[in-house]
């Protein structure tokens, strides 16, 4: 018997985790960290034994995938981790910066449990940057090629395919033999959109019997890429023009290289007002040279731009800050300033201490490009609050804000759909890593058009194949 359950991801976006018992083997796909209003479970103990774990198999850098890993093995995880190189090279990145906010971040709690002598009943970070470094270099790692077999365990083999979610993504068919039938079940990952700034398209699955498919956008539309980059364009151009400044609060991997892209193309094509651009996370910047690493990964617009330096992302108008100083520096730039900044969903980083200097005058504005998770402050403000509150200190908002949801990185209902029609043999889907409510409408639809029979999936439950 085949089963599978999943620890993250379920009715929620984010903590992807599925655990599948084949064969007397035990096989994680991701092992992400929860982020929002999910955010206390990552302290938990795991509901299964890590060191039983025989392989972990990562789709893609993303910490809501790969955010857990560090704390996986501090829990007994010894077998072989499975990622692209793009991939666990982002995923280094990524995890290390995770480990230093979680460190600072206890740093300041324990000063305030210190003076209120408390100090006892903190929770310690499930993570240092040493258990990431020891992530790296005391576990196997194996780097599979896209469209390439290999052979997992006995009676299991699985294939790589480009997911055109982020660099190195991808999503996971896994073949087995069950009563002499040969099966194969795939796990999406996330899956993108097929907007051609950064990556290329997603490839198709032929066939599968079962499917474990994300649902972040299962109920709706995104706007189409050009209207999106119009749109974009326009509240860069309307708000230079009125000597005002520009906050992006963007993803470090993907989102970013993106908007580098199109800022680029406005410089190049003298599109752009006169203005100074910051990208202000050293994170994002480490992403951005990974990506430079890999430009044959990269789609035919970006191999293009490609310059003779090798730089793919970099212009005159554009300042990397690496240091906190020079992120303070830019508080005395006044006006015509795109400032972009992490974190992405806005629940720490830098482009808080910006949105304290600049969210409150008018003139500026600030451009949500990504998805906005329920408990996080960018959900907040996207949805109109009047006031944030800053390190203990209430700001008004009268910056203009603007949601242009055009350029994420998953594919929406439309793109979900047209995927999964072209799968054949398949008997069964599993809707995760979406909110509840998106995953209804989804299921419906997938019934419904596809006629297909769709499960969505609930914490720990256990699904028999």
Known sequence: ???????????EVTGSCHLMHINGKNIMIDCGMFQGEDEDKNEKPFDFDPSKIDYLLVTHGHL????RIPKLIKEGFKGTIYATEATMDLAYIILMDS????AEDFDTRY?????????????????SPLDVEKTFNQIN???PLYEKYYDLCEGVSFVYRDAGHILGSAFIELSYTQEGVSKTIVFSGDIGNNNHLVLPNLQKCSKA?????????GNREHQGIKKTIKEFKKVIIDTLEKKGNVLIPSFAIERTQEILCILKD???NKELPKCKIYLDSPMATKATEVYSKYTQNLSPKCQHNLEEDGAIFNFEALTYTLTPEASKGINNIKSKAIIIAGSGMCNGGRIIHHFKHRIWNKKNAVIFVGFQAQGTLGREIVEGAKWINIYGEDIIVKASIHTINGFSAHADQKGIMKWISKIKKLKKIFLIHGEYESQKVLKEVLEKKLNKDVVIVEYGKKIKL
């Open 1 to 11: 018997m085949i089963n599978i359950q999943s620890y993250g991801a379920t009715r």
């Open 64 to 67: 809501d995938h790969v955010g």
């Open 99 to 102: 480990a230093k906010i979680m």
């Open 111 to 127: 000063k305030k449990a210190l003076r209120k002598n408390q100090t006892k009943k903190l929770q310690k970070p499930i993570y």
């Open 141 to 143: 790692w194996e780097n």
């Open 209 to 217: 019997n079962y499917l474990y498919v994300e649902s972040t956008y």
């Open 266 to 268: 406005m410089y190049d």
